[in-house]
């Protein structure tokens, strides 16, 4: 099949097997890539699922399942406190094209940035559209953001068996390639019944407080090497290596 264009589709969008097309994505199929009635592209549903579709006029038909393996085997979690300015927005767009499952902005002791209440809604555009250029058939979910101690709150209070690490810039950390390896992998298969979590700090580093409760909570001390990172850096960093192990030995 010849290369197609990638459109990402909530579930509301769709009834039986017709999508009802936004003005915004009619737009962008007709007048940017200049697809006619009759055309075919994937859709990309918020389900995972990934379909042929047809183009018609205002709507699209859903033809056929497509099988897409572009995904990580295992869901990745980035607890991340906002950087100052926009930054946030090419973080999103940088560790969507990286593989990452769910995102969760978080405001820290130290964070500056108090995020207007469409923000959530931007970022989440901006996952799409990263979704959509990567080639990837799941749209990562872009959480509200929440303040850290909450969010760890009701982490505790959670099930989740997810292996937590939690970046830190200066000390004698482990780095976090080895962690996983040691973690994740059994001779050469994955531990598939998991999930990855990684926290990451502000600009200013997380506090002493915000550590200590992050190891009571289950976060695990790492390190992602001898330098110190941008807070708009560090992200896609540990997503590069969280790929790196899991895609390495599948």
Known sequence: MRQLQRLTIVTQQVQGQSITLTVEQQHYLSRVLRLRSGDRFLA????GVTWLAKLEEGTAELLEPQEVKTELP??????????????????VRQVTELGVSRIVPVISDRTVLKPSANRRDRWQRI????????E???TPTVEEPIDFSRYLNELEMSKSNDLRYFCWGRGDSVHLLSH??????????????????????????WTDEEVDRSVKAGFV??????????????????????GAVLEYRV
Do not use: C, H, W, Y
């Open 136 to 138: 990837r058939s799941q």
């Open 180 to 205: 996983l390896q040691n973690d994740l992998l059994g001779g050469d298969q994955i531990a598939m019944n998991i999930g990855i979590t990684i926290a990451i700090g502000p600009e200013g580093g």
């Open 44 to 47: 990309l549903l918020d389900s």
């Open 74 to 91: 295992l869901n990745v979690t980035l607890v991340l406190s906002l950087p100052k300015g926009s930054g946030f927005d090419e973080v």
């Open 127 to 134: 996952a799409g559209e990263a979704t959509e250029q990567s």
């Open 221 to 242: 001390s790492v390190s992602l090497g001898k330098r110190i990172l941008r807070a708009i850096t560090a992200p896609a960093s540990a997503m590069a290596i969280v």
